[in-house]
């Protein structure tokens, strides 16, 4: 199967993850696919193919060369965020000649090349779209059948490689996709997670992160005798996000600079909750960060009442970079990979995380590489077909360039 077939049918499976679910995986339907995966592995040939209760699924592909060479670890996600619409994906793929792409006539959506200017540098190729009514799942279902498709060719191949390990972790959107990874099992010397962007990105610095949850507990009186006595949980909140610095967000910040994102709010007078995710790529700043969100807490509870506001603040990942740059032949040898298929690379840091976070504090160096995919976590996401098929070829090159050195 070819990688674009493969990637089409991964995302015939809605596999949204919850900020909500304490279980893990956090939805059960992700292990719908954990299962289909189990089973195309297996019937691949390849070795220690597992799936466990958490919806891992891991497979290996053994050696064909008696050379001493490390081994390698692949990893991609299955989940899709929970920012936007998962399901019911209608996927198609367009000849992009340039300017907007009509994604859905009757609702007269547009994938607009003024609002999402990256397109311009795929004219001529094909892109793989939504009606603009979902998300696509290129994040990271396109990492996912890369990976797959490059295995499955180089078994075809004959070529020697070294031993290669394939994992799928669940719930890397939600911050936990690592959590119930079994390392022992995995066993390999560095790995990369196929979970980034545009073609020739490699990734190996990201944001130090935390979930932040604000509750409030208001007071409810009739509007025509409150005065003084009525407690609107829904007005702290406002003042709560007020609080916090107004430029400090994802729409007000680039590069390196960190935010405060409140993602979701709900609320009336007896209650509200706010939810937020934190995020700096420095760790005094992060730091800095998590003391001035509780500190708005602290304020408010001066001025209505010791208990009014609750907040949690939980830890996610740190910034990979220093577990990374003792390794950087791992950074090294993809990039040569992506230059002998005619890709510049370039290096960014991730405005958000990846499960090579994790990994890389867990004793698995783990850098992050392009998938081929844009505008992810929304309704315009598309991935570029012949991008894909040169993330396959610079997989293939990653392994297999470590037995002919």
């Not at 064909?64 to 989940?79: E, F, R």
């Not at 279902?141 to 490689?161: D, N, P, Q, Y």
């Not at 979930?211 to 007071?219: C, E, K, N, Q, S």
Request: hydrophobic share 35%; glycine share 10%.
């Amino acid at each position: 199967m070819n990688v674009i077939d493969r990637f089409l049918h991964y995302v015939s499976f809605d596999t949204t993850s919850s900020e909500e679910s304490e279980t893990l995986p956090s939805t059960e339907k992700q292990k719908l696919l954990g299962q289909a995966l189990y089973e195309e592995l297996k019937a691949m040939g390849l070795s220690d193919v597992r799936f466990s209760d958490c919806g891992y699924v891991y497979a290996t592909l053994p050696a064909n060369t008696d050379k001493q060479v490390p081994t390698i670890g692949l990893i991609a996600h299955m989940d899709t965020s929970p920012a936007a619409e998962g399901a019911n994906i209608k996927a198609r793929i367009v000849e992009y000649k340039g300017g907007s792409v009509l994604l859905n006539e009757e609702k007269g959506i547009y994938l607009s090349d003024d609002e999402y200017p990256n397109l311009k540098k795929h004219v001529g190729k094909h892109l793989i779209v939504t009606d603009g009514t979902t998300l696509l799942g290129a994040d990271d279902k396109a990492g996912l059948a890369e990976i797959i498709t490059a295995v499955e060719e180089l078994m075809a191949s004959g070529v020697e490689h070294g031993t290669v390990k394939i994992g799928v972790t669940p719930d890397e959107e939600v911050g936990r996709g690592p959590e119930g990874f079994d390392m022992d099992f995995f066993h390999a010397d560095y790995g990369y997670t196929l979970d980034g962007g545009l073609l020739g990105g490699i990734e190996y610095e990201n944001f130090n992160a935390a979930a932040g949850t604000v509750l409030i507990h208001g007071l409810s009186i009739h509007p025509g005798s409150a005065k003084d006595k009525m407690k609107n949980a829904a007005l702290i909140a406002t003042e709560f996000n007020a609080l916090l610095p107004a430029d400090e967000i994802p729409a007000k910040t680039e590069g390196y600079e960190g935010f405060f994102h409140l993602c979701a709010m709900e609320g009336a007078v007896e209650e509200a909750k706010l939810q937020y995710i934190i995020r700096d790529h420095d760790a005094e700043k992060f730091a800095h960060r998590k003391v001035q969100f509780i500190a708005a807490a602290d304020v408010l509870n001066r001025k209505y009442g010791l208990g009014t506001v609750e907040v949690k603040v939980k830890d996610s990942y740190r910034n990979m970079r220093e577990m990374i740059e003792p390794h950087m032949y791992i950074v090294d040898r993809a990039k040569a990979a992506m230059r002998k298929h005619g890709v510049e690379p370039f290096v960014e840091p991730v405005r958000g995380g990846t499960d090579g976070a994790t990994f890389s504090y867990r004793g698995l160096p783990c850098p992050n590489l392009c998938t081929g995919g844009d505008n992810y976590h929304g309704r315009f996401e598309y991935a570029v077909v012949e991008d894909m098929y040169t993330v396959v070829e610079i997989c293939k090159t990653i392994v297999t360039d470590l037995v002919e050195e």
